[in-house]
């Protein structure tokens, strides 16, 4: 008989998995967090930086203050001191070197839709391409801005920005290039045998081999989903997974449960349940999260999971906003009870709460649980103040508290 786990339980293991309701160390450094990427299996990257840089935000929501140069080191060390690289993951993501060939069955795929697709950009554009290769064996690891600025001293060929950036990213989407760090958060490129160890280079991965790993990995980092959820952390086409995840039920490693609610019309669902995954009886978290926090990135997995409708407006209008430009969900206990736009004005080491929003069945004590939450989050980033503009249910207790 499939065993049923409840909602709650569910949203528990959920969050055990991706690191939440552990014990924070006094001073968390390069072990916490090599063990913390470790586990989620990715830090998505995104170059908005109105609060904090996405990938800086997952381990100080599970880890607490924390030395951003550390993280620095683990994700922008290059030659025998790397253990990460950037790849295709999810989205763009700092990935463990030695997960690289796990997605070289999608380096393939990349290349041969611009084979196959009519007026693709790279069939017009081999010279340019050829040349980017040319260019990195010659002088080794650039940035785009500095491949750009040779380009237009040269008096052959001219790209400018445009064409440049565009080439280096479909060569990195090949694997042709990959990165060699980052200068000023300006991805560095290079050839893969200029950075990466030649062993790592030799391996192979057959396609099979790869999504079941893959499915491995994101079904610990879930620690109970449904095939949808374990298909969209790695970006994974459903009917591969599936296959995958039946080889690893057969091998015990994953065990076929049901969820009530997680089914068509609110009935039970199937689901699976990681064999290590942690059941616990209570989680006491507390913690803003990032837009791109695995936690919430599965739009449909966040509402399943916590009833919470989550929308990052970045992109919509200004006047058609709800809950504000930047808004990071609100963690505490083992639910999402508000949200919180936050802007980080370092010139006048301002915290800023443009906004600040609870659900409508959130905690009466949101407020007072959150406010201590974003005086460490100021602290963190070495902020000295913290306002609150009066908008949303939530801002008028927060500045009282924070006043």
Request: no cysteine.
């Amino acid at each position: 008989m499939v065993q049923s786990l409840s909602p709650a339980l569910a949203r528990r293991v959920a969050l055990a998995a991706q690191g939440f309701g552990r014990p924070a160390a006094a001073a968390p450094g390069i072990r916490q967090l090599d063990a913390l990427i470790s586990r989620l299996g990715l830090l998505q990257i995104d170059s908005v930086n109105v609060f904090e840089r996405s990938h800086y935000l997952p381990a100080f929501s599970r880890l607490g203050a924390y030395d951003k140069a550390q993280l620095d080191r683990l994700t922008f060390a290059v030659g025998k001191q790397a253990r990460y690289t950037e790849y295709w993951a999810h989205e763009a993501s700092f990935v463990p070197l030695e997960s690289r060939p796990l997605f070289a069955w999608r380096m393939d795929d990349f290349r041969e839709r611009s084979a196959r697709t009519p007026g693709a950009w790279s069939q017009s554009n081999r010279p340019m391409l050829d040349w980017l290769l040319a260019e990195l064996a010659s002088t080794g690891p650039l940035p785009a801005s500095a491949i750009e600025h040779d380009a237009n001293k040269r008096s052959g060929p001219w790209w400018g920005w445009s064409d440049v950036k565009s080439g280096l990213e479909t060569l990195f989407r090949w694997g042709d290039v990959v990165t060699a760090g980052r200068s000023r958060f300006e991805r560095v490129y290079a050839l893969p045998e200029q950075v990466l160890p030649s062993e790592l280079l030799e391996r192979t991965v057959s396609r099979d081999d790869a999504h079941r790993e893959l499915v491995r990995r994101s079904a610990r980092a879930h620690g109970i989903g449904t095939a949808k959820d374990f298909a969209d952390y790695f970006r994974l086409k459903t009917p591969a997974t599936l296959a995958a995840i039946h080889e690893l039920e057969d091998a015990g490693e994953l065990i076929p449960v049901t969820v009530p609610g997680w089914g068509p019309g609110g009935g039970p669902g199937a689901a699976w349940l990681h064999r290590d995954a942690r059941l616990p009886r209570a989680l006491d978290a507390a913690a803003v999260l990032s837009p791109f926090d695995p936690v919430v990135w599965d739009r449909a997995r966040a509402l399943r999971l916590f009833g919470f409708h989550y929308r990052i407006e970045i992109y919509t209008p200004e006047p058609k906003r709800v809950f504000g430009y930047y808004s990071l969900p609100i963690l505490l206990g083992d639910t999402l009870v508000g949200r919180v736009d936050l802007k980080n004005d370092r010139q006048a080491g301002v915290l800023r709460v443009q906004a600040a929003w609870a659900e409508a069945d959130a905690p009466a004590d949101t407020a007072e649980r959150l406010a201590p939450v974003l005086r460490a989050t100021a602290l963190w980033q070495g902020l000295t103040e913290i306002t609150v503009v009066q908008r949303g249910t939530l801002a008028r207790d927060l500045a009282a508290l924070l006043a």
